[in-house]
């Protein structure tokens, strides 16, 4: 992938929060803007929409919303810059994309609803694993 | 040592202004220290004598008088030891490590390697350490010339008809001969002729022999005829013609043949099913216990990732000393096969469909809703741990039946005196006893442990052994008295010829097998053998002879938890029935329509009739408490993980509590064990043996009519006696070949 590490520079570090708040929306909003082209890249119509996976985007940013380090932000920016780099260059395939982003993280299985409702924690935790 | 390098870092840079002798004392003992206390340390100080060393593994003497007390001078030091000790013994009381092949401390000493050989002041010659008794006054140098030049040209003559294939011999990492060689060998041999070669015996299917490895110590000849019992093995030909062998081709069959492989310093005989699977330096060693019999013996399960590889004996002197039997030592190629490793239903083609655990577990509550309390049903298997059967017994508590058992205790155990169940002597406690009377128990097959136990003794002091039983086989000499209650009634009566001995003895000891538990007369019997104990006083004060020999492992702790059902007859009326781990249940007696769960391990005999499966962890998976027959509580621990979606006996029955709505008050292995320690206290006590407190004379008279059939043999398959036995290839081919038939 080295065409895409040649394209991709380095921006200087983020002075503030304030700075690297922007620089997330804007990254935000590339990714959004590149997502017709993913969908048709990867061929997803028939999997997801755009919609789904703008949530995708989103959640995933907001995973890390904890952080308030301005340094961190840029280094967790330039991350996302890479793996949106990577998928808009095709340098990944449709299996990936559909793992990561359409089915999600939990897997295949996602039968979490109202069963779980009102069980201990020792019980939630014996249906994943022994241990 | 991170505080202690990163003092003498700092202290690097000033050093070179310090004295000579004071830098260097900084590199040997880099500590930190107040300006003040180094200071100190920086006057001179005068040579110290180095202290003595400490024993050789923690050796310790024991005197029983203080007359016997004789003083050597190993290396210059002054040690005190009680006559009659070795040399060699001596050398590891002063913390001396004499090299040696032939002599091991449980064996026989043979004194034929020669590697021991040590100086001593005034012998015209070294003298061989191991059978040289330790002399007032003696003088051993070990670490002279003259010993070093001897230990040398015994390395070079035992390595002349030694083979040169360490790369390729199982031994190699953790053999005597390999390491003595680097440690006191020369660096080269004077050999340029052709080296020895020795056919290879047939030991049977778990010994592999490579006889041009044999450095003929006869440590194994030895253990054979005075460990095993056996005398298999043997010494043939003369010179540089002697080999080890069994003279006609024949297979070891002693119970305790495996315990070869790990007295034999060389890679002559190595264990068969382990050949060429790995070497002893990739593997995890877990320190746990066995859980094929009642007896607990102490091993380490030897695993490399997922895998047990082997499993190597631990030393206990209590218990185990430091052999286990084969059963122990070669099954767990059956933790490998028939595992269970998803929660299954039957469906209405007969068929298991695997589900998820959520499903299971539901499936199994609505039903145990449906049935009435005092139709539901709980067994406990025979490997079972007491946190699980303490789960259990709570689980079908706050359902409302108190249906629950151990296999293999029978109906109506009395499960209120401990003394009534355990083998009260103790396993070590045997070693005491000058006569023996067994009860329908076959020691060498039920528990081959206490079997060598009686061994010892009989062989140590000559004590009698009276049996009475179908014909079993012993390796030691023993009186048939007879085959039933009949015999047992007689000496009751005082009219057999065998109450003299037990009159006559000092210590006397009745060991009764476990498998009288299922016998409908079982308390006849019992009080016969409590008249017995009483009129030739078996139970005193200080000596308690009266032993119950149990069959399983989980047997001990399901009584002490009391694990008695409420009602003799509940299996034939059970709608729900609940097996942990139980395979040996007549499934015949369990009505058509019940609905049969089967939490376990391994697909065995359980699984023909059950309509759930929930897997389970085995005893190398997981935590679990047992009690041995002497009332010895220990626990396994994990050596590998469990196999699939398999989950811990007693989270099953926890979640399975949540699912049905009862929900046990325990999340974690601390919270139950304070909940078992409500119950008994002693299953706490980890490595602890907790002696019965009350004896048997305070139960009440019994008088009953004892049936006149003969005892039955309990174990009818050494080899096989648990689902995991069952499932091994090895034991599979040991019955097949071993077996007497």
Known sequence: MAFTLRSVKVPPNSASLEEARHRVFDFFRAACRSLPTVMEIYNLHDVATVSQLRSTVASEIRKNSHVTNPKVIDMLLFKAMEELGNIAEHAKQRHHIIGQYVVGRQGLVQDVGTKDQGISNFLKNFYNTNY | MGLGMLASRVMRPTASKLPRNLLSHFHIRPIVSTPESSAAQAQPEPEPTPPPRAPVAGARVHFKNPDDAIEVFVDGYPVKIPKGMTVLQACEVAGVDIPRFCYHSRLSIAGNCRMCLVEVEKSPKPVASCAMPALPGMKIKTDTPVAKKAREGVMEFLLMNHPLDCPICDQGGECDLQDQSMAFGSDRGRFTEMKRSVVDKNLGPLVKTVMTRCIQCTRCVRFATEVAGVQDLGMLGRGSGEEIGTYVEKLMTSELSGNVIDICPVGALTSKPFAFKARNWELKGTETIDVTDAVGSNIRIDSRGPEVLRILPRLNEDINEEWISDKTRFF???????????????????????????????????????????????????????????????????????????????VNTDADLRSGYLMNSGIAGLEKADVFLLVGTQPRVEAAMVNARIQKTVRATQAKVGYIGPAADFNYDHQHLGIGPQTLIEIAEGRHPFCSALLNAKNPAIIVGAGLFERKDKDAIFSAVETISKYAKVVRPDWNGFNVLLLNAAQAAALDLGLVPESGKSIESAKFVYLMGADDVNMEKVPVDAFVVYQGHHGDRGVYRANVILPAAAFSEKEGTYENTEGCVQQTLPAVPTVGDARDDWKIIRALSEVAGVRLPYDSLGAIRSRIKTVAPNLVHMDEREPATFSASLKPDFSHKMSLTAFGSTIENFYMTDSITRASKIMAQCSALLLKK
């Open chain 2, 332 to 410: 767990y190629d059956g933790l490998k096969r028939q595992r269970l490793n998803d929660p299954m239903i039957r469906g209405a083609d007969g068929r298991f469909k695997a589900v998820s655990w959520r499903d299971a577990l539901a499936v199994v509550a609505e039903v145990a809703h449906q049935t009435k309390p005092e139709e539901i049903v709980g067994i406990a298997g025979q490997l079972s741990d007491a946190e699980s059967m303490m789960a259990l017994k709570d689980f079908l508590n706050k359902m409302g039946s108190n249906n629950v058992w151990c296999e293999g205790n029978g």
